[in-house]
C-alpha cells in the first residue's frame, strides 16, 4: 500500500528539481543551487523508501538521517543566501551536527547508551523514510535527530523573521520569500517534527495511525503544491545575485534606506530624486543602480513605495476616523488624491479604500 504516495513523492520532486534546474542562471545560481541539493537529499529519503517497497532493502538509519540533516542545511543556506544575495559559504561547522549522528549511532551499536527509553517491540512502519523499528536501542540517535530537527528549523525560522524586519530588503522581496515559506516551509516543518513525535510514541509501544496517515498526507500535498503553484518557485528564480564589482552598492542601499527611515523629507510632494541625490551627497547613477539592484524598482516608484507605507501606517492607526482621503494623500507627500490612488494601487494591488475596509 505504501508503494504508491512513495511513487508520487518521487515524480513530484523529480518535477521540481528539474524545474529549477531550468530556471537557473548566473544571476540566481547561488540560491537555486541550494535550493536544488534541499530537494535532492529529498528525493534520496523517498527512493530509500521505494527501493524497500520493492526489494525489502534498507538503508542504514544513520545514513538516512544524516540524508535528511543536509536537506535541513542546504534549505538553511538556501535562505540566507537569499537575504544577503552572495552565495552563503559551507563552513566546518555544519559537519558538526553530521559527527554527532555518526558518534552516537557508533556508540549505540557497541551498546554504550545514554538513552535507553525505546519499546523492544515496535512496528516496522516506516514515516517519511525513517523506520520505527531501526531506532530500537539507539535512543540517543534518535535524540540527536529530534535535535538537530528542532535545531535548524529554529534557525530558519529566525532568518526568516530578521528578513521580515530588514529595513534593507526590498517589500516585494519579502513577499516573494514569505509566500515560500508559508507554503512549503511551514507544513514541511510541521511534518518533520510531528513525525519525530510520532516515532516517539511508537517506540513507547503507542501506536497512532491516523496520525501517520496525516503526516504523509501533508508531505504529498505540500510538494504536490509546488507543482500545482510553479509560479512559487518562479518568483524564487526573479531574485538575483549582487553582480560582480557590485559589493559597494550595498553601502550605497544601506545609506539610502537609512536617509527614508531617519528622515520624513519623502513626505513633501516636491521631493525629486534630485533632492535625494543632494541630501546623501550620491550620484544620481549609483542611487539609481543601487536601488534597481536591490529593490527592482525605479528611484520615483521607489520613492513612492515608502509615501504609501506611510499612508498604511497611518491608515493602520485610524488616520482617516478623523481626517479625509485627500488630507491622507497630501500628508504621505502626494500632490493629488488621484496620483495618490494610482500609485496606491500600483504598489498594493488594491485602492486605499479598499486597504481601509480590509483593516477592519
Not at 537529499?41 to 521505494?50: A, D, E, G, K
Not at 532493502?57 to 544575495?85: C, D, H, N, Q
Not at 535507553?116 to 515496535?122: A, I
Amino acid at each position: 500500500m505504501d508503494i504508491y504516495p512513495v511513487y508520487l513523492l518521487n515524480v513530484v520532486l523529480i518535477i521540481v528539481i528539474v524545474r529549477i534546474s531550468l530556471l537557473m542562471n548566473d544571476q540566481n545560481k547561488h540560491h537555486l543551487g541550494y535550493l536544488i541539493f534541499h530537494f535532492i537529499f529529498q528525493l534520496i529519503s523517498t527512493i530509500n523508501m521505494s527501493i524497500y517497497s520493492l526489494f525489502e532493502l534498507k538503508t542504514s538509519i544513520v545514513l538516512v538521517s544524516i540524508g535528511r540533516v543536509l536537506a535541513f542545511i542546504f534549505f538553511y543556506l538556501f535562505i540566507k543566501s537569499m537575504i544577503e544575495m552572495v552565495k552563503s559559504k559551507i563552513t566546518v561547522l555544519y559537519l558538526i551536527p553530521i559527527l554527532l549522528l555518526i558518534l552516537f549511532n557508533h556508540l549505540n551499536n557497541i551498546g554504550i547508551k545514554l538513552l535507553d527509553f525505546t519499546h523492544s517491540q515496535v512496528p516496522s512502519e516506516n514515516i517519511l523514510g525513517f523506520f520505527i523499528s531501526d531506532f530500537v536501542g539507539k535512543g540517543d540517535l534518535f535524540f540527536m535527530n529530534s535535535l538537530n530537527t528542532l535545531f535548524f528549523t529554529f534557525l530558519i525560522f529566525y532568518m526568516y523573521f530578521k528578513l521580515k524586519k530588514a529595513e534593507i530588503i526590498d517589500f516585494k522581496k519579502k513577499e516573494i520569500i514569505s509566500d515560500f515559506i508559508i507554503y512549503y516551509y511551514v507544513p514541511i516543518s510541521i511534518t518533520s517534527i510531528t513525525t519525530l513525535i510520532a516515532i516517539s510514541l511508537f517506540l513507547q509501544n503507542i501506536e497512532l495511525p491516523y496520525l501517520i496517515i496525516a503526516i504523509k498526507l501533508i508531505a504529498i500535498f505540500t510538494l504536490l503544491l509546488l507543482v500545482i503553484k510553479p509560479k512559487l518557485i518562479r518568483r524564487l528564480a526573479s531574485i538575483k545575485n549582487i553582480e560582480k564589482g557590485d559589493d559597494d552598492l550595498i553601502n550605497v542601499f544601506e545609506e539610502i534606506t537609512n536617509y527614508f527611515i531617519t528622515t520624513s523629507n519623502y513626505r513633501d510632494s516636491n521631493f525629486m530624486p534630485a533632492n535625494l541625490a543632494v541630501d546623501l551627497g550620491i550620484r544620481n547613477e549609483l542611487i539609481r543602480k543601487s536601488i534597481k539592484n536591490f529593490s527592482n524598482k525605479t528611484v520615483p516608484l521607489y520613492i513612492n513605495s515608502h509615501r504609501v507605507e506611510f499612508s498604511c501606517k497611518l491608515i493602520n492607526e485610524g488616520y482617516l476616523e478623523n481626517y479625509s482621503m485627500d488630507a491622507l494623500a497630501e500628508k504621505s507627500g502626494f500632490s493629488s488624491q488621484k496620483n495618490f490612488n494610482r500609485v496606491f494601487k500600483i504598489i498594493k494591488s488594491c485602492t486605499p479604500s479598499q486597504y481601509k475596509d480590509s483593516c477592519k
